[in-house]
């Protein structure tokens, strides 16, 4: 890795608080999240530790209420946090994007009482969350899922297996997506499970090509039960609050991918300017030079993107169709951005010793996850040209 200190992305913020809160994660970034971030990955090992930090520095609840100890930070701000913490480690990043996924369907759907008993735990209290949707047969079609729960009493038994859960097996907390009536998206129910409830296992973690720190694992529900007053939303809301949800969640998967994406731009500038052939720093030539133009303006393009999409959100207006956009070219554009910096660094790129081949391997998920490309198309499509006609 390069001694090179990239310069710090100049950002917009609203306010001189929102200034600090900037200063603060760089802080955390540089010294408590980036040191260890390579070898950490290549162990596999996941940072319990930093989301603890996290959570009591205030970083896991910044776009909730302050009444049950968010941070009353509009999508604008936090998304840039976000971007922050992926720049130092994606695993970081992306978790914390998971975890505010999983605190959604309380915050918003929740009733008083539940906010009241859950949320300060789950804000600011070390918990940490995972967000219960696709299944081993249904990820894309997300309304066809199989996991089923059955009214006991006062209470629900869950069964069904969950698959490609961030955080599977660990998280002290499940939102979860269960069957609670017919086929369709109107049978779906939407259910805060403890992370030790009885019943409650997660499988031997996946082997990926990156993000291997990240645990990815299938959760099982073996006659779980939950009380009625851990229901979300009335039953057959589940599918509208996941699909609500995910809105949100795409903005912190884009947010992840441009700061992964200006790790690999800094790193690249910071090889290419020290790097010297024929005489001259390799920055000088123009083949990588219009290179690294157009990856800076393709981050640059994205970070726009998202943040446009998240001051709609901020104001209250309908903002799903620049979530996805977002989503796509974001994702898209951390793609071929680490993709040129490995061949920026040459040989180099493609060794562990410098960390654009992890960032490629990495960039990959961030294309499949919370909705693939390709939905993101079909949403977007849907949004300008109407409805297919089947």
């Keep these: 890795m390069s001694d090179r200190d990239p310069q710090p992305v100049e950002r917009q913020l609203p306010t001189e608080e929102a200034r600090d809160l900037l200063s603060l994660v760089r802080d ?9 971030a390579a070898e950490e990955e290549d162990a596999g090992r996941f940072p319990r530790e930093v989301f603890t930090l996290l959570s009591a520095s205030g970083l896991l609840g910044l776009p909730y209420d302050s009444e049950y100890g968010g941070g009353d930070q509009p999508y604008e701000v936090y998304l840039q946090v976000l971007e922050e913490l992926a720049a130092a480690r994606l695993t970081v990043g992306l978790g914390v994007s998971v975890h505010t996924l999983a605190s959604y369907a309380l915050a918003a759907y929740g009733t008083k009482q539940q906010q009241v008993e859950h949320l300060p735990a789950i804000l600011g209290g070390g918990l940490l969350g995972a967000y219960c949707l696709s299944e081993p047969a249904s990820g894309s079609d997300a309304a066809s899922l199989r996991t089923r729960a059955v009214r006991d009493g006062d209470s629900w038994v869950i069964n069904g297996t969950k698959a490609w859960i961030t955080h599977g097996g660990i998280a002290d907390f499940y939102t979860v997506m269960a069957r609670t009536g ?19 296992s997660g499988a031997v973690p996946e082997k990926k090509m990156g993000m291997k720190g990240s645990p990815t694992a299938q959760v099982h529900f ?23 949800a995910l809105d949100s969640g795409r903005l912190g998967i884009a947010a992840c991918a441009i700061g992964l994406a200006q790790a690999a731009l800094d790193e690249a500038v910071a090889y290419a ?3 010297r052939q024929f005489g001259h720093p390799i920055s000088d030539f123009q083949g990588l030079r219009f290179m690294i133009a157009d990856m800076a303006t ?4 994205g970070r726009a993107l998202y943040l446009a999409a998240a001051r709609l959100r901020d104001a209250g207006r309908p903002f799903a169709r620049q979530a996805a956009m977002a989503k796509l070219h974001c994702t898209d554009t951390a793609m071929k951005v680490t993709t040129d910096a490995v061949q920026i660094l040459g040989g180099y790129g493609y060794t562990a010793d410098f960390p654009v081949e992890r960032y490629m391997r990495e960039a990959k998920v961030l294309q499949i996850v919370e909705g693939t490309n390709q939905i993101q198309r079909m949403v977007i499509a849907r949004h300008v040209a109407g409805p297919e006609s089947r």
């Design 298 to 301: 393709q981050i640059e393009a």
């Design 182 to 200: 017919g086929e369709g998206s109107h049978g779906i129910t939407a259910f805060l499970v403890p992370g030790n409830a009885e019943g409650l």
């Design 273 to 275: 300017t020290g790097r």
């Design 28 to 36: 955390i970034a540089r010294h408590e999240i980036a040191p260890e």
């Design 222 to 244: 073996d006659d779980v039960r939950v009380p009625d007053e851990r229901r979300l939303g009335e039953e057959g809301q589940g599918f509208a609050i996941a699909l609500s």
